[in-house]
C-alpha cells in the first residue's frame, strides 16, 4: 500500500497565539509535496506536530489510514516518519555508519552487531546512489554529505514519509542538483515526501503538489503545482499582491572612472589574469558554479588571501591591501559575508553594538571607553535607515529573523561609511517577503552611490537585481553580460558562457 499522510483540521494554540488553525495536508507516496509560507506561517509547528514534538489541541492525523498522534518523536519515527532539518542532527565525532544507525542500532544479544550494522548502512547509502567511507568521521564531511547521510538514517527507520526542512539552504547548486536526484529516487520508489523550502525555482524544479501556509491557515490545500504560476504562489503565501520590480534597467554611466579596477589579477588561490570593472552606484553581479572562485576573489581584493600578481586600481590609482583593516580604513571598502551567524555577526551581542563595532574609533569618549549615547544613535540611525525589526537596541542579534540580522551585517558597513560594498549570499535561507525587501535594499543603495558587488548562487536574484553580470568558472571570468532583465535570455547567456569556457 502507497505511503500516505493526512491531516485534517489541525489547530495548535500557544499562549496568545493560534500557531495552526484548522489546517489540511495530504500527502501520498511517490509525490514530493512543497509546504510552502512565510516565516512563522505555521510550517516548523506542522512538522513538529507530525514528528511529535507537538500534539495537536484539536484535528487529526492518519498514516497509512491508521489514526495517529504521537507523544514523541519515537513514536513518530517508529510509523515510518522521519525529518532531515536545515540544523543537521548528526555527532561529529561518530562515523558515519555510526550516525545512520544511532537510533535503531542492531543489536546481538545486548550488543551491537557491527557486521551488521555496516550492511544496514551500506544498503541505505547504495538505495540513494551515494558512495562515502563508512568509517569517516562526519565532522569531516561536506554539508551536503552530512545532508545525505541524515537522508540514510531515515531510510535505515524503514522511513516511508520523509520531511526536509530547507534542504538547499546551506549547499551549492552542484550539490542540489545531487540532492534532487536522490529526492527523485525516493519518490520513484514510493516514498511521500514533504519539501520545505523559500526557493521557488526549485520548488517547482522538483515538486509535484503544493500546500500554502499563511498565518497558521492553509490558504491552498494539496494542489497540483503546474495549476500555479509562481507570482500566484508568492501572492498566497504573503497575502496581497507583492509588486515586483518592475526590471528597469538601471542607466550606470560607464564613461566614469571605476570605483575600483583589477587588471591582469591572480591570487594564490589560483585566480589567473582577473580583469572587472566596477562603477559607481553600479551593482555587479558574480555568478559561477561550485568551485567558481567568486568569494575567493572577493576576499582576495579584500586583503584576506594573497594577491600574486597584477592591479588593484581604486579611483584611478594603484592601491595594495595588506589586510582586513586596511580595505575597511583606508580604502572604504566594506564584506557582507555569507556567513553571517559565525564572520558576520557577534550574536551574543545587542544590536547596536554590532552596528557600531566597525567605527569604535568615532563613538570612545575619554579613557577609551564607549559613548553609549553615540553608540545608540548610530545604532538607531541604521535601525531605521534600513528598516530593522528590533524591540530596541538591546535586543541580542540571535534573537532577530535571519532577513534582520543580514540587514543589521549591512548597517555595520554603512556606519562605517564604505563606497563599495561586497554583498555575499545576501538572501540564502530568507522567505520571499524579506528576499523582495532584501532587493529593493541592494537597489536602494546603488541609487544613493553605493558600488556594489553582488555574490549570488540564486539565478534569479541575480537577474533580478544586478546591472552587469560576470560569470566565473574554475577561477577565471569566463562571461561579462549587460543584464537585460530577462530572466529566460539571461540564465541561458549565463550557462553558455560556463559551458563554452
Given amino acids: 500500500m502507497s505511503s500516505e499522510l493526512l491531516i485534517r483540521k489541525v489547530s495548535k494554540e500557544f499562549p496568545g497565539v493560534l500557531a495552526l488553525n484548522e489546517v489540511n495536508l495530504t500527502l501520498t507516496g511517490g509525490t514530493v509535496h512543497a509546504l510552502l509560507g512565510e516565516n512563522g506561517a505555521g510550517k516548523s509547528t506542522l512538522i513538529k506536530i507530525i514528528t511529535g514534538v507537538y500534539v495537536a489541541d484539536t484535528g487529526s492525523m492518519k498514516v497509512n489510514g491508521e489514526e495517529k498522534s504521537f507523544n514523541n518523536p519515537i513514536e513518530s519515527t517508529e510509523a515510518g516518519i522521519a525529518v532531515v532539518h536545515q540544523e543537521r542532527n548528526l555527532i561529529p565525532e561518530f562515523s558515519v555508519e555510526e550516525n545512520i544507525t544511532l537510533h535503531n542500532p542492531p543489536l546481538k544479544f545486548g550488543v551491537i552487531d557491527r557486521a551488521e550494522r555496516t550492511r544496514l548502512a551500506k544498503q541505505a547509502l547504495q538505495t540513494l546512489g551515494f558512495e562515502i567511507d563508512l568509517n569517516e568521521r562526519v565532522k569531516n564531511l561536506s554539508v551536503a554529505q552530512m545532508q545525505l547521510v541524515e537522508i540514510a538514517k531515515a531510510l535505515v527507520t524503514n522511513a516511508k514519509i520523509i520531511l526536509l526542512d530547507e534542504p538547499t539552504a546551506s549547499i551549492t547548486g552542484s550539490e542540489t542538483t545531487k540532492l534532487f536526484d536522490v529526492i527523485r529516487k525516493l519518490k520513484a520508489q514510493g516514498t511521500a515526501v514533504l519539501f520545505v523550502s523559500h526557493k521557488l525555482e526549485e520548488v517547482y524544479e522538483i515538486c509535484d503538489t503544493v500546500t500554502v501556509l499563511r498565518d497558521g491557515v492553509s490558504v491552498l490545500e494539496s494542489k497540483s503545482l503546474s495549476d500555479f504560476k509562481q507570482g500566484e504562489i508568492v501572492d498566497l503565501m504573503v497575502g496581497r499582491h507583492l509588486a515586483e520590480r518592475k526590471n528597469l534597467i538601471r542607466k550606470i554611466d560607464r564613461t566614469q572612472t571605476p570605483v575600483i579596477e583589477l587588471k591582469n589579477l591572480s591570487t594564490a588561490l589560483g585566480h589567473k589574469n582577473v580583469n572587472l570593472k566596477l562603477y559607481p552606484g553600479e551593482v555587479l553581479g558574480m555568478y559561477g558554479l561550485v568551485g567558481a572562485g567568486r568569494s575567493e576573489l572577493a576576499r582576495s581584493i579584500l586583503g584576506l588571501h594573497s594577491v ?194
Fill in 308 to 501: 600574486t600578481a597584477g592591479q588593484i586600481i581604486l579611483n584611478g590609482n594603484e592601491i595594495k591591501i595588506k589586510n582586513f583593516r586596511d580595505a575597511l580604513h583606508k580604502f572604504r571598502i566594506g564584506y557582507v559575508t555569507e556567513n553571517r551567524k559565525e564572520e558576520g555577526l557577534f550574536l551574543d551581542f545587542p544590536v547596536r553594538k554590532n552596528i557600531s563595532v566597525t567605527i569604535l574609533s568615532k563613538i570612545l569618549q575619554k579613557l577609551s571607553i564607549i559613548n553609549p549615547k553615540k553608540e545608540d544613535d548610530v545604532a538607531s540611525k541604521y535601525v531605521d535607515r534600513l528598516g530593522i525589526k528590533v524591540v530596541d537596541n538591546n535586543q541580542l542579534a540571535l534573537t532577530l529573523s535571519g532577513g534582520n540580522q543580514q540587514k543589521v551585517s549591512v548597517s555595520k558597513w554603512l556606519a562605517a561609511e564604505t563606497k563599495i560594498l561586497v554583498i555575499d549570499e545576501p538572501t540564502v535561507g530568507v522567505d520571499v517577503r524579506t528576499k523582495a525587501s532584501f532587493h529593493e535594499l541592494i537597489t536602494q543603495l546603488a541609487d544613493e552611490g553605493l558600488s556594489i558587488i553582488l555574490i549570488s548562487s540564486d539565478l534569479a536574484e541575480m537577474v533580478a537585481i544586478a546591472d552587469r553580470i560576470l560569470v566565473m568558472r574554475r577561477y577565471e571570468l569566463v562571461g561579462d553580460l549587460d543584464n537585460s532583465k530577462d530572466y529566460q535570455n539571461m540564465s541561458r547567456s549565463i550557462m553558455n558562457s560556463i559551458q563554452a569556457s
